[in-house]
């Protein structure tokens, strides 16, 4: 038998080292295929996003729970169950808004991400060539709002989370106090301060006085010119008026409560500087739409006249409407009507440029702006730094039954809640029973017949 020969230390160590080098090459070898490559790289949650949505139907829901006529978009996905609102509210042209929506969005829209909002937006706005009319920025902005949601709802959060968070603990709001006398209002005014509003809106009787003088016939009714349902305003009598109401108020209830007061554009400019200049000494919070649209040019003299604050824009159409006034601060207060400029993309836009300016957000939301519309302005509020203050309002039963999560106000705040989207529903069964009516804003005459313009 013959003897093994023993193996030298160098010759071993070789060996040893060609094995471990076999068996590296071997453990790469397996674990550096493609699949388990794959296999082993597990790619955090957080990265993985949501798979694609289309949409697949636009539509409009058309109620009037509340007397107002309003408008929502109802945006429905590919997603089972996913869908989203908005508010389209043009409450004096409700139901031509409607085959904007139903008919020429329906159709843009089916088959579109439901994620790419500002191009949806951008590409919807252009398509009609013509464009930057109420009726289409309506339609468009019940479009966009209804996105946002959905877009909340897939992130699992709500829609002020991805506007950038929170900035303050809740939305401070102001509410209207109106009376034939002024006794009447400062009763009111104090009753709200009572449950805790901070801001109140003063009127007395309607826009411009409309309704507060009494039985007065005036010319233009007793010569049978014009229609029945005109409403009649003496605008000497609303321009002496203001400035008493003012003082009274003060004296009864105090100077800790803010004052606002809406002109509604419907006295000459000249007038409305000189009373302005008369209301400076009651420290007014701001005074709201001294100036019709066409009249811009005079806020360069009254800005030079009186350092009232003053709120505009309830009836601009187009955000670039806002920009040189913004740029050259001719007014304090952004006062645009959400679903009027075309939902929360523009909207956003203006509240941003305005902070760069130190003019602050006032969204108009009365009672023709739905819950919807009103939630979407609250999201925006809670999230934008430069908020100034929100119109609020009362919702009746019949409004709460048709939109589950109506916003309501405590302590003269609105609370945004923590659900995805929106925060807001409807029920379209309810809102059925309350059809809209055709019916428009009313014509306001001086007492000749002459048109005054809101």
Request: glycine content about 10%; aromatic content about 10%; hydrophobic content about 35%.
């Amino acid at each position: 038998m013959k003897k093994s020969t023993p193996t030298s230390p160098s010759k071993r160590r070789n060996v040893l080292k060609m094995l471990a080098m076999g068996s590296t090459a071997g453990f790469f070898g397996l674990f550096d295929s493609p699949e388990v490559r794959a296999a082993n790289h597990t790619t955090p949650a957080y990265q993985k996003g949501a798979a694609p949505v289309t949409i697949t139907s636009v539509r409009a829901i058309t109620t009037a729970p509340g007397g107002s006529n309003l408008v929502i978009v109802k945006v429905e996905t590919s997603e089972p169950g996913l869908y989203g609102l908005g508010c389209a509210t043009f409450t004096q042209r409700a139901a031509v808004v409607v085959p904007a929506i139903d008919i020429y969005l329906n159709d843009f829209c089916r088959g579109k991400d439901v994620d790419n909002i500002e191009d949806l937006w951008m590409s919807a706005y252009v398509s009609s060539y013509w464009r930057n009319g109420p009726v289409l920025n309506n339609a468009l902005s019940g479009l966009d709002q209804a996105l946002w949601d959905i877009k909340g709802k897939r992130a699992q959060m709500p829609v002020y989370q991805l506007l950038g968070g929170r900035s303050r603990i809740d939305v401070d709001t102001y509410i209207h106090a109106s009376g034939s006398t002024v006794e009447e209002i400062a009763d009111k005014v104090q009753e709200f301060m009572d449950r805790g509003w901070r801001h109140v809106r003063i009127q007395q009787g309607g826009y411009g006085g409309t309704g507060t003088f009494g039985n007065v016939v005036p010319d233009f009714k007793a010569a049978g010119y014009g229609r029945d349902t005109d409403g009649y305003s003496d605008q000497g009598e609303y321009l002496r008026r203001v400035p008493k109401m003012f003082e009274y108020i003060r004296k009864k209830c105090g100077e800790r409560v803010e004052l606002l007061h809406d002109m509604h554009e419907q006295v000459e400019p000249i007038q409305a500087i000189n009373m302005i200049k008369e209301l400076e000494s009651y420290r007014p919070f701001f005074i709201e739409d001294p100036f019709s649209p066409e009249n811009m040019g005079w806020f360069k003299q009254l800005r030079a006249t009186t350092s009232v604050p003053l709120a505009m824009g309830e009836l601009f159409n187009n955000i670039n409407e806002f920009r040189e006034p913004m740029i050259n601060q001719m007014f304090d207060f952004i006062r645009c009507h959400i679903s009027q400029i075309g939902g929360i993309t523009p909207a956003m836009k203006i509240a941003r440029l305005g902070e760069w300016f130190n003019v602050r957000t006032a969204w108009h939301g009365p009672g023709d702006t739905s819950p919807v519309g009103h939630q979407a302005n609250n999201h925006i509020n809670l999230a934008v730094y430069n908020f100034g203050i929100q119109e609020g309002q009362f919702f009746n039963n019949k409004v709460q039954e048709v939109f589950p999560g109506t916003p309501l106000m405590k302590n003269g705040y609105f609370t945004v809640t923590e659900q995805h989207g929106l925060g807001i529903d409807i029920n379209e069964k309810e809102a059925a029973k309350y059809p809209i009516r055709h019916n428009g804003m009313g014509t306001l005459r001086k007492g000749d017949g002459t048109i005054i313009k809101p």
